[in-house]
């Protein structure tokens, strides 16, 4: 409840920015070249099944020193498969 | 003596790297190190006048590469400790002047019987920072809980890995308890899961560093200064021995715990 008025103190804020610059300072990938391989890989994946192109997410996560590009990639009518 | 080479780097200028080496071999020698002390910044030399050893060089270590002398004519003694040494760089060349095969080299000549070789990098991450860690067995990186210095600690640690020098440990300089208890700076554990290195230091902001470098006498010899006793610790660290960290930290834990239990956080 407070933390909803409180306004937010300039250490957290640093923290968050840094770990955002960090993530791509260390993969040297801008957010629009992440865009980008986010549609390229929507076209390549349509191609063998069907998905469902706007709930795609892409993103990096850092695990300590090491970093992860993180993909979750909702398939479309999977239960009319099912039942076919 | 097989000498350890341990080259302080940092990416962003002006965060305490050649204090830090000043402090840190003041201190290995305090503790009966001998140790030889390396400026690696050529054309913009700090180290001597940090040392407080401005008025005694002869020749440096341009001068040395370019055999206009030996080794030994190039290294100053301390005033007070006679087991610490001086190289200082060459103030009227530039950094081409050397190469990481003439640093290598001085290095190797260096270890029979020497403890320690310090070497101050420069700022950056050009030829003078390549020269200064192609000799180093161990790399500290020195930043300060600020957003330009932390990110470009980042990338130093990012080509000290992709160059297979091992991951170097942190040096957290110039931090202010006041304002990491008031949540406007980051914390050490902050900087910490930032950089995913090992912390071997933390220094406090302290008025005493200052008048230390104008006097030309490292900080580490007066016994009261904060930022003396946690270099004299990092040089325990650096010779192997386990010391607790300083109270700053734990200050703070405690005061996390505190508005944690009445809600301030």
């Known amino acids: ?84 | 003596m097989t000498a350890q080479v341990i080259t302080v780097t940092s990416g962003k200028g002006g965060v305490g790297k050649t204090t830090a080496v000043a402090n840190l071999a003041t201190a290995l020698a305090m503790d009966g190190r001998k140790v030889v002390c390396i400026d690696g910044d050529i054309g913009l030399r700090n180290l001597d006048v940090i040392m407080g050893l401005e008025n005694r060089i002869v020749y440096d270590i341009v001068d040395v590469i370019e055999g206009r002398c030996k080794l030994k004519q190039a290294m100053i003694r301390d005033k007070h400790y006679p087991d610490m040494y001086l190289i200082p760089a060459a103030q009227t060349r530039d950094k081409n002047a050397v190469s990481p095969s003439d640093m290598i080299r001085i290095c190797n000549d260096l270890r029979p019987d020497t403890d320690f070789v310090i070497i101050d990098s420069p700022a950056g991450i050009e030829r003078g920072f390549r020269n200064s860690i192609a000799a180093a067995d161990r790399v500290l990186v020195v930043t300060n809980p600020e957003v330009s210095a932390v990110r470009d600690a980042d990338r130093v640690v990012g080509i000290l890995e992709a160059e297979e020098k091992g991951t170097p440990s942190l040096i957290l300089n110039r931090l202010n308890p006041t304002l990491v208890r008031n949540n406007d700076m980051l914390s050490a554990e902050d900087v910490l899961d930032l950089l995913g290195i090992h912390l071997i230091g933390v220094v406090p902001e302290d008025e005493s560093v200052i008048i230390g470098s104008n006097r030309g006498a490292p900080v580490v010899t007066d016994p009261k200064s904060r930022a003396g006793q946690a270099f004299r610790n990092i040089a325990k660290r650096i010779q192997g021995n386990e010391v607790p960290f300083m109270e700053l930290e734990q200050q703070n834990i405690l005061w996390t715990a505190f508005q944690r239990l009445t809600g301030r956080k």
């Open chain 1, 1 to 84: 409840m407070f933390n909803f008025f409180r306004k937010k103190r300039s250490a957290e804020s640093a923290k968050e920015r840094l770990q955002l610059v960090l993530v791509h300072d260390r993969t040297d990938l801008t957010p629009a070249q992440l865009e980008s391989l986010k549609d390229e890989l929507i076209t390549a994946i349509s191609r063998y099944i069907e998905i469902d192109p706007e709930a795609v997410q892409i993103g990096l996560e850092r695990d300590g020193r090491s970093q992860r590009l993180v993909a979750d990639i909702p398939l479309r009518g999977v239960s009319r498969h099912r039942a076919g």
